[in-house]
């Protein structure tokens, strides 16, 4: 028995052998409703389910955020270990596993107050988390800038 696999083609092929005008299944009705249209339909559902919600003036500052990008360098620098990149990229990532995040929503200018403290009473916490990162890193080869 001839074993024949069936294609997505096949009928494509059929109608080109046949002389019949081949035919976009983007353009096809059919193919919008059955196919193009639910995928339309989850995008929105899943796009309104995720979106944050602002009210007002409202931002939220990521404050651990803040202080790894403010001494990351430092601590690399103090360590000696490479800053390329790559190895950039991997000790922020490593600094943003090992730290947890502190978010703070500021709705005027009397929060940054808040945030300015926050920001104080979590440097030396940071500090440290990132020093332990560099120390991590220290005997990995340097490379190239």
Not at 7 to 15: E, G, H, I, Y
Not at 96 to 121: N, R, T, Y
Request: hydrophobic content about 35%; proline content about 6%.
């Amino acid at each position: 028995m001839l074993n024949i696999k069936k294609t997505n083609k096949t009928a494509s092929v059929l109608r080109m052998l046949t002389g019949e005008k081949p035919e976009n299944p983007m353009l096809n009705e059919e193919f919008r409703e059955d196919v193009l249209k639910p995928i339309e339909d989850l995008k929105k559902r899943s796009g309104d389910d995720t979106k944050p919600e602002r009210t007002g003036r409202e931002t939220e500052i990521n404050i651990t955020s803040e202080l790894i990008s403010e001494w990351l360098p430092s601590a690399l620098d103090r360590f000696k270990c490479c800053k390329c990149s790559r190895c950039y990229a991997e000790a922020s990532v490593a600094a943003f596993e090992k730290i947890e995040p502190i978010k703070v929503k500021v709705k005027g200018p009397e929060d940054l107050e808040k945030v300015e403290q926050i920001k104080e009473d979590n440097r030396r916490r940071v500090m440290m988390s990132l020093v332990s990162v560099a120390m991590a890193r220290k005997n990995l080869p340097v490379h190239n800038k």
